[in-house]
């Protein structure tokens, strides 16, 4: 699976200055609005503890890398330009780029906690803001819906089979499945008759598709401006620094710090650095600031409810045909099957499917086997 975390939000919200920490790529950034005028695409990683801790053997990652027993698995982030009200009708940056959610997974609705003319928001003005953007991003989907509905139903008007088969013809379009169309259609109440939707139903069905199925998550951004964050995480938001983010990166590139996590400084840092490096690692361990790689990767194990497994050709030695130790990580849904992961690996692979063989304790596994965070597991195919 290829999981694409959108970041959208309000302009100059600092959208594309945490796009460039989480992915290391040097976009425009600016203080004025809509400096973003197209979507850009980059790679940042969610962590997981790598198997090849329990082996004894350093592993060989053919994408991503390992670290200190962590493995650092890649995932696509995109930026988004800045969402104002009348976005998803056109208005703004337009349609254009509300079309690039649409490979998305999951987004990130981020909010800044101040106003343009620079005064801090109260808590209820940034939700206010927060649920803007996500009204927007959900009427773009029903409209989107919505558009030559008539004639949509004219064409499944002859087709036999469930709701949710004729309802793909529609929103396959969107990347979404149709088991995740009926998860939909049972959370709210549609009419099986296609012709008698309305509006409202047409709504419903986005709201739920955009919070259900693609969740989006709300993170308060410029905690560095903020005295106290405790309010916000009572509210289900995460408060994060992009700045301090960038800075990190920056840190790291230029090899004043050899690790983003601890922030320990190498000999190239000079005393002033070492002292703004501790002010920012003083945030976070007072728990003020979040991390941004913690969240990503809570968003994609826990919230979308995802897990890794490492295919492997060897289950004794966990390798490839090449000898390199685990050199997959994937990213699965927990409902995944050993199936599933062979027709992940290779569509050939899945459909000579024979067996599988958990790597831990060599105990053959059919292919409804359900696969569990960190498995490791070969598939027997023709
Ligand atoms: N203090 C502070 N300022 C930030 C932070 N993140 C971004 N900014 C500033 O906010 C302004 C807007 O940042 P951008 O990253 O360009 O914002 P954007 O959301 O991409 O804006 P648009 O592309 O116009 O939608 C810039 O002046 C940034 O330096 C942060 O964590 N703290
Ligand atoms: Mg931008």
Not at 197 to 217: C, D, L, V, Y
Not at 332 to 339: F, I, R, S, V, Y
Not at 353 to 363: D, H, L, S, Y
Request: hydrophobic residues 35%; charged residues 25%.
């Amino acid at each position: 699976m290829d999981v694409v975390i959108g970041i959208a939000g309000k302009p100059n919200a600092g959208k594309s200055t945490l796009f460039s920490a989480m992915t290391g790529t040097m976009v425009a950034i600016g203080d004025y609005q809509f400096t973003t005028t197209e979507t850009s695409k980059g790679v940042a990683y969610i962590v997981s503890k790598c198997p090849h801790t329990e082996i004894n053997k350093e592993c060989n990652p053919r994408r991503g890398r390992c670290f200190s027993g962590s493995r650092y698995i890649p995932v696509e982030i995109l930026d988004i330009p800045g969402l104002i009200e009348g976005s998803g009708n056109g208005k703004g940056m337009g349609n254009k780029f509300m079309d690039s959610i649409r490979g998305a997974s999951a987004m990130i609705n981020l909010i800044s906690p101040v106003s343009d003319g620079k005064e801090m928001l109260s808590a209820q003005e940034i939700e206010y803001g927060a649920k803007e953007v996500e009204n927007e991003i959900i009427y773009w989907f029903s409209s989107r819906l919505g558009s030559e509905w008539d004639k949509f139903c004219r064409k499944v008007s002859h087709m036999q089979g469930p709701l949710e088969e004729k309802l793909l013809h529609k929103v396959g379009f969107f990347g979404i499945g149709l088991d995740e169309i009926k998860k939909i259609l049972n959370y709210g109440n549609f009419p099986e008759n296609l012709s008698a939707w309305n509006e409202e139903n047409m709504e419903n069905f986005s709201r739920i598709a955009m919070t259900e199925i693609r969740p989006i998550r709300r993170i308060v951004n410029k905690g560095d401006l903020l005295e106290k964050t405790e309010e916000f995480r009572t509210k289900n938001m995460s408060v994060i620094s992009a700045d301090y983010e960038l800075s990190i990166q920056r840190a790291y590139s230029a090899g004043i710090i050899s690790d983003m996590e601890t922030l320990a400084p190498t000999d190239k840092a000079t005393q002033k650095q070492v002292d703004a490096l501790e002010r920012i690692q003083s945030d976070f361990r007072k728990g003020k600031i979040d991390r941004i790689q913690k969240i990503l990767t809570d968003m994609i194990k826990i919230q979308m409810e995802n897990i890794v497994v490492y295919p492997v050709y060897d289950e004794s030695k966990w390798c490839d045909k090449e000898g390199k130790v685990l050199p997959d990580a994937f990213i699965m849904k927990n409902t995944d099957t050993a199936l599933d992961l062979a027709f992940a690996v290779h569509t050939e692979i899945g459909q000579g499917f024979i067996r599988a063989i958990n790597g831990r304790n060599r105990m053959i596994l059919g292919k409804n086997y359900e696969m569990k965070d960190s498995d490791v597991i070969r598939i027997v195919s023709k």
